[in-house]
């Protein structure tokens, strides 16, 4: 009966992880059509009006979705504080993307986000102090010679710019980590509608300061541009919906290797939309940059990563 047991819990957590996987994989596609339709918009919508129209959609769709399961539990959560970090992570995280799509192509922008393990190892060496063997450091030289092949120095890929994708991989390093924390102990539905409620309230006040400037360039906004808008907000609502279902699932250190699909959907959507192109020395870096990614998320394992370390001493 014991080993009958053993085969049937063995069964169903390979089952799990496999939907989770599925889940993950097809996240990856909606955060790509996300910025793919944030690349087609352009400068045509302010910054800030995006990004709140953004996360006011995601509020109202998932607020109306929870109250139709429990209205008492809208704002229940064990860890205010940790839900406020997650919000904070991902607003910047957004901002970096939506303003990296405006400079750079599609696939340019998702490879450099990609970085987000590598910077997370620099991050325990660097910040934390901690012992990074040579197995991960050589990951960190794979992935820098990756990010060189795909911006090639003194090429037309290479300006300023490149730190907001750069910066977008940051903060989503740790975001990952917060939310398969959150995940473990928060429902899903709560927990993306608080991040949207904080961002949005972030939002508002900024719109607020800066309404001389948004307000007028919003009274020129085609209704073309608002659909795409409307499009950009349901993609990415769904995809951080997936994302947490997905965690649900199956280990952070399981589905981060698969995250790296969305360099191939990122490809896709920059050729079918756009008719870009990868060239063969970024390919060839958009190829490095994941490898070098999934080895060091393999190299993890199950060890904290250092963001789960912080995420404790918030908790």
């Known amino acids: 009966m014991a080993t009958l047991d053993g085969r049937t819990r063995f069964r169903i957590d390979t089952d799990t992880t496999g939907a989770g996987i599925a889940i993950m994989i097809v996240t990856t596609a909606a955060f790509s059509a996300s910025d793919s339709t944030v690349k087609a918009i352009g400068a045509a919508v302010p910054l800030l009006a995006l990004l709140w129209v953004r996360y006011l959609f995601q509020m109202i769709v998932l607020g109306v979705w929870q109250v139709r399961r429990d209205a008492f539990s809208l704002f229940r959560t064990g860890n205010v504080r940790l839900q406020i970090v997650r919000a904070l992570l991902l607003l910047t995280n957004s901002a970096c993307t939506f303003a990296g799509l405006r400079h750079l192509p599609l696939p340019v922008t998702t490879s450099l986000a990609m970085l987000a393990p590598l910077i997370s190892t620099l991050l325990a060496a660097l910040v934390l102090k901690d012992h990074v063997p040579r197995s ?104 951080q ?12 250190s399981v589905l981060m290797p698969f995250s790296y699909g969305q360099l191939a959907f990122a490809a896709l959507f920059s050729w079918l939309l756009f008719g870009q192109v990868p060239d063969t020395w970024m390919a060839i870096g958009m190829g490095v940059i994941a490898a070098s990614g999934i080895g060091t998320v393999l190299m993890h394992g199950r060890k904290l990563t250092p963001a789960e370390t912080i995420v404790q001493s918030i908790d």
């Open 136 to 239: 991960k450091w050589a990951m960190v030289a794979l992935g820098f010679i990756g990010m060189l092949l795909v911006v090639r120095p003194g090429g037309s890929q290479f300006t300023w710019t490149v730190v907001y994708p750069i910066g977008a991989a940051t903060t989503f390093a740790c975001f990952q980590v917060v939310s398969s924390h959150l995940s473990r102990k928060e429902d899903p539905i709560t927990t993306n509608f608080l991040t949207a409620f904080v961002a949005t309230i972030v939002l508002c006040v900024l719109v607020w300061m800066d309404q001389a400037e948004t307000l007028p360039a919003l009274a020129q906004v085609k209704f073309t541009s608002w659909l795409l808008v409307a499009v950009m907000a349901t993609m990415a609502t769904l995809g």
């Open 241 to 252: 919906a997936l994302m947490l279902q997905a965690l649900k699932r199956a280990p952070l």
